[in-house]
């Protein structure tokens, strides 16, 4: 069973720095993309950011580019949403994901439970 581990969700005010990382197994790690989503209430799940076992990025949407970056660390299997100058438009659940790669959650077979960011002002 495929399992994906998020952690790193909370709290934070405007302005502040969040950085969520998603465990998974070295088969998953190596051999799929791994990236975030997130959903907001009443809205539809969005891509965040995406990056490849080659290190390929599938870049970011205009709502968090220049504040997020997503990496990957092969000693933890595991990849990191740094997420810096939070907006609250920025409060959703985020998911992280594996699968083939792209922006369509479609795209993505392997989902975690989700983390929950929570934005103020």
């Known amino acids: 069973q495929v399992q994906l581990v998020e952690s790193g969700g909370g709290l934070a005010q405007a302005g502040d720095s969040l950085t969520l990382s998603c465990a998974t197994s070295s088969e998953i790690f190596s051999k799929t993309v791994m990236g975030w989503f997130r959903q907001a209430p009443g809205k539809e799940r969005e891509f965040v950011a995406a990056?490849?076992?080659?290190?390929?990025?599938?870049g970011y949407p205009d709502a968090v580019k220049g504040r997020f970056t997503i990496s990957r660390d092969s000693a933890r299997n595991a990849v990191d949403l740094q997420m810096n100058n939070l907006k609250v438009e920025d409060t959703a659940v985020y998911y992280c994901?594996?699968?083939?790669?792209?922006?369509?959650?479609?795209?993505?077979?392997?989902w975690g439970q989700g983390t929950q960011v929570t934005v103020s002002s």
């Open positions: 990056r490849s076992w080659t290190g390929a990025s599938f």
């Open positions: 994901a594996a699968g083939r790669g792209g922006r369509r959650w479609r795209d993505y077979g392997y």
